[in-house]
C-alpha cells in the first residue's frame, strides 16, 4: 500500500514538473511575443525531452540524460568563477570503479569533485533531505544519488553503495558528513573501514583546499577564492586487506584532514571578512559573554566587554587568539569546563519532514539537552534519546539545528538567540569526544589487566 502511495506522488510530482516547465514557457513566449509556431516548438521540445528520459537506459545512474544535463547547467552557474586547481596525478593508479573520500569545507565541494578527470560520473552520497523533497527527489532518483540520514544507522545504504559500484559508477563520500564550522576538519564519527574493505573496490583519498574561506559555513555570500582538488593517494584494494580497520581508519582521517588557517591559497582583500562571523563565535574570546559579539567589516567586537579583534589579509585575527580556529578552541574550553552541569533548554519552531518525502508539520516545541538525553516536547509529542545515539548534531548558523529521530527528520529553530544552533552541536561534540576518550581509558585498562600468558 505504501509503495502505490509512493509511485501515486511520484507520478504527481512528475506531472507537476512537465506543468510547470511548460507554464514557464508559455510565460517566456508571452513575454516576448513570439509566434505561435516557436512556442509550439518549445512545448514539442519539453515533451520530447520527458520522453527521452523515459527510454534513456542509463536512467536512474550517473550516465544518465537527467545527470549530464543538470552538470551541464551547474558548469554553466559557475561560468565565469575561478576554476579550481587540480592536482590528479595519482588517480590514474585507481581502478574503476573505486571509493572516493574527501574533506567537507564548502557547499561546492561537490562542484570541485566533478573537476577531476573520473573515467566515469560519480555517485554522490548525499543527505537524505535531498532525495526526498519534491522535484528534488525526482532528480536524484534519475541521477543516481545516494542517500543516508546523518548520524543515523541505516542498512539499506551499504546495499545502495554496493550496487552502484557494481554498475560500474565510482561513489563519492565525504566522511565527516557535514560541513567543517571553523575551518578544521570534522572528526569522523562514523568510521567505515571495515566496509571499504570488504567493497572489493581502490579507495581515492582527496583532500580540498581553500574551499573553506571561499565560502565557509558562517557566511552568506561566496567570495572569488582560490580552490585546489589535490588526489593524495590511491589506496589499492590489494592493500586494503592487508591493513587493519584501526589503521586504515587512522589512515583516511591524517590523510583528510586539513586546517585552513594553516593552508592558505591566497590573500583575501575582501573588506567584510567578519560580516556574519558572530553567528559561529557566538561567545566572547575574551570575558565569555553569550551571543554578545558581532562582526562588521573586518572586525569582530564584543558587546560585553567591548574588546575587538580584527581580521587581516591571510584571515587571522591581529591579536590573540589570531585565528577563527583558535576563538573556536577558547570557545571549546569554557563549554568543556561546563559539560558536567549541563542542562540547556530553549523553546523553538519546529519543521517536521516527512518520512519518505511525506507532508510536512510545523509546531512549537521546547528543546532540552543534559550530559544523557536531549529531548524534545509539544503539545503533539514527546521523546528522549540517549546522547549515546546522537555522535554528531548538523546545524545552520544563526538558523537550525537538526536530528533525525525514527526516521523522521526534525528542524529545531530557536526563538529567542537563534547563533545557539552552534552551541547544541558544540556540546554533542564535546560529549562524543569525552564518550571515546573514556571508552578508549577503559579499553586499555582492560586489556592490562589481562592475564599474560603462561609459560610451562
Known amino acids: 500500500m505504501a509503495h502505490r502511495e509512493n509511485k501515486k506522488r511520484a507520478r504527481i510530482v512528475r506531472v507537476a514538473l512537465v506543468a510547470l516547465i511548460l507554464a514557464l514557457c508559455v510565460i517566456f513566449v508571452k513575454a516576448l511575443r513570439l509566434p505561435a509556431l516557436i512556442a509550439a516548438a518549445l512545448a514539442g521540445a519539453v515533451y520530447g525531452f520527458k520522453k527521452a528520459v523515459s527510454l534513456d537506459q542509463n536512467d536512474g545512474t550517473p550516465g544518465s540524460l537527467v545527470y549530464g544535463l543538470t552538470i551541464f547547467l551547474i558548469r554553466l552557474w559557475q561560468a565565469g568563477k575561478p576554476r579550481p586547481v587540480i592536482r590528479e596525478e595519482k588517480l590514474a593508479a585507481a581502478e574503476t570503479p573505486y571509493l572516493l573520500l574527501s574533506n567537507h569545507e564548502s557547499f561546492f565541494d561537490f562542484y570541485y569533485i566533478l573537476q577531476l578527470s573520473h573515467p566515469r560520473n560519480p555517485s554522490f ?143 583575501y582583500p575582501q573588506r567584510d571578512k567578519a560580516r556574519n562571523l558572530g553567528d559561529l563565535l557566538y561567545r566572547c574570546a575574551d570575558c565569555g559573554a553569550l551571543y554578545a559579539t558581532a562582526g562588521r567589516g573586518n572586525e569582530l567586537a564584543c558587546a560585553a566587554c567591548g574588546r575587538r579583534h580584527t581580521l587581516d589579509r591571510h584571515y587571522h585575527f591581529t591579536d590573540a587568539p589570531y585565528s577563527i580556529q583558535g576563538w573556536y ?86 526563538l529567542e538567540h537563534p547563533r545557539q544552533t552552534v552551541r547544541w552541536a558544540l556540546l554533542t561534540d564535546l560529549l562524543t569526544e569525552r564518550r571515546r576518550e573514556e571508552q578508549k581509558k577503559n579499553s586499555e585498562e582492560s586489556a592490562g589487566n589481562r592475564p599474560g600468558p603462561v609459560h610451562v
Open 329 to 414: 578552541d577558547r570557545i571549546r574550553d569554557m563549554e568543556r569546563a561546563e559539560l558536567d552541569r549541563l542542562s540547556l533548554e530553549t523553546a523553538v519552531r519546529t519543521l517536521i519532514h516527512g518520512r519518505d518525502g511525506g507532508k510536512n508539520r510545523r509546531e512549537n516545541g521546547v528543546c532540552t539537552l543534559t550530559p544523557d538525553t536531549f529531548s524534545y516536547r509539544s503539545e503533539h509529542i514527546a521523546f528522549s534519546i540517549p546522547m549515546e545515539q546522537i555522535p554528531a548534531m548538523a546545524f545552520s548558523c544563526a538558523a537550525e539545528f537538526d536530528i533525525y529521530y525514527e526516521g523522521t527528520l526534525y528542524f529545531f529553530y530557536p
Open 125 to 267: 552520497l548525499v543527505s537524505d533531505y535531498y532525495c526526498t523533497r519534491p522535484v528534488l527527489r525526482t532528480l536524484a532518483r534519475h541521477m543516481g544519488i545516494l542517500s543516508k540520514k546523518p548520524f543515523a544507522p541505516e542498512l539499506a545504504v551499504p546495499l545502495r553503495i554496493c550496487r552502484m559500484l557494481k554498475k560500474g559508477y565510482p561513489v563519492v563520500i565525504f566522511p565527516e558528513g557535514r560541513l567543517s564550522p571553523d575551518g578544521r576538519s570534522n572528526p569522523i564519527v562514523e568510521e567505515g573501514a571495515a566496509f571499504y574493505k570488504r567493497l572489493g573496490v581502490d579507495l581515492v583519498l582527496v583532500k580540498l583546499r581553500g574551499s573553506y574561506y571561499a565560502y565557509p559555513k558562517w557566511r552568506k555570500k561566496r567570495y572569488r577564492s582560490a580552490v585546489s582538488v589535490t588526489v593524495e593517494e590511491v589506496l589499492k584494494k590489494e592493500t586494503l586487506r592487508g591493513m587493519s580497520d584501526e589503521e586504515l581508519n587512522r589512515k583516511i582521517a591524517e590523510t583528510l584532514y586539513c586546517d585552513a588557517s594553516k593552508e592558505l591559497l591566497c590573500d
